[in-house]
């Protein structure tokens, strides 16, 4: 499982930022895109739920103009929840907080058996996905374009 933001050569279980679309179409899985492994996506899918009543993890979702402000704020809610933890047990409580999160816990601890006491390097790349996240919806701010989430 890779912690960060991929190209689509590199992610299998994935998520999908694509904005190389309009409206109502996109191109599916373009080189232009982002993709998140699809159980660390789980860390960030309360911010795209909550700024758009109409999001589907499993599926795609259309995030314009009108939705990038919401989803920001959401997404700096999330990041300064990421940078106040200070222990392990905020780590645990954090991802015990979140959707599948106790799945991703236990999925870390077959990838890392140790993975409580390298708390703190999560955090940072989670910290460093959420920037990427913001980057790349002030990218479709400045280039007027529209944000795909999909769901593989």
């Known amino acids: 499982m890779k912690f960060e933001l991929m190209t689509k050569d590199e992610c299998?279980?994935?998520i999908e930022f694509n904005i190389t679309g309009d409206s109502e179409n996109y191109?599916?899985?373009d080189?232009?895109?982002l993709y998140l492994n699809g159980n660390l996506f789980n860390i960030f899918a309360g911010c795209f739920e909550r700024s758009n009543?109409?999001?589907e993890f499993i599926g795609q979702t259309m995030y314009n103009s009108r939705k990038f402000i919401p989803l920001q704020n959401e997404l700096n809610d999330n990041l300064e929840k990421l940078i106040a933890i200070n222990s392990q047990k905020e780590f645990k409580t954090y991802l015990s907080g979140i959707f599948m999160g106790?799945?991703?816990m236990n999925q870390f601890n077959q990838i890392d058996s140790e993975y409580e006491k390298h708390w703190r390097g999560y955090i940072r790349r989670w910290i460093r996905i959420n920037r990427g996240l913001n980057k790349l919806i002030n990218r479709c701010i400045e280039e007027d374009r529209v944000l795909w989430v999909i769901g593989y």
């Open 12 to 14: 299998i279980d994935f």
């Open 27 to 29: 191109n599916k899985c």
């Open 53 to 55: 009543h109409l999001f």
């Open 31 to 33: 080189e232009e895109s």
């Open 102 to 104: 106790r799945e991703l």
